[in-house]
């Protein structure tokens, strides 16, 4: 399935940055890219964290949210981690797209003007109507909590 998502550049955006794209035709999520306003790096220190700009704003159909999740060899190879994973951007935002990156790795990590640091992912939103009731439904689970299924 496609989903049209707008999109706009912030102004003063460098616009020979690509917009988010697929790598592969399987990809779920599309890459997203460091746009930096001086156009040329930031240093993330062991444990900080910063503000990521992208230089984007994104018109999302009502219905659908984005995610922004971290990207896999970033996190592997580096230890950088989106601490708020997955992120949500609501239809009704239209602000900058700013990605909060960390860096959990134990060295400085370099991030450049145009390089990948995250990845979008565009969902359905599904909403519920809460009802309060007396009980909830018994499971064998019941309310036994976190590792209560076990080590593996």
Do not use: K, W
């Amino acid at each position: 399935m496609t989903v049209g998502l707008r999109v706009m550049r912030e102004p003063g955006a460098d616009p020979s940055i690509a917009l988010p794209a697929y790598a592969s035709a399987g990809a779920a999520g599309a890459d997203l890219r460091a746009n930096l306003p001086d156009r040329t790096e930031m240093v993330l220190e062991p444990g900080a964290r910063a503000l990521v700009p992208t230089g984007l704003r994104l018109a999302i159909p009502e219905g659908y949210e984005v995610q922004i999740r971290p990207r896999s060899g970033l996190a592997l190879h580096h230890g950088i981690t989106l601490p708020n994973a997955p992120g949500t951007i609501d239809s009704d935002y239209r602000g900058p797209l700013g990605v909060i990156v960390m860096n959990a790795g134990d060295t400085a990590f370099r991030i450049a003007h145009g390089d990948r640091i995250a990845q979008m992912v565009v969902a359905p939103v599904t909403r519920a109507r809460f009802h309060v009731v007396a009980d909830l439904d018994p499971t064998v689970r019941g309310a036994d909590g976190f590792g209560s299924t076990g080590v593996n």
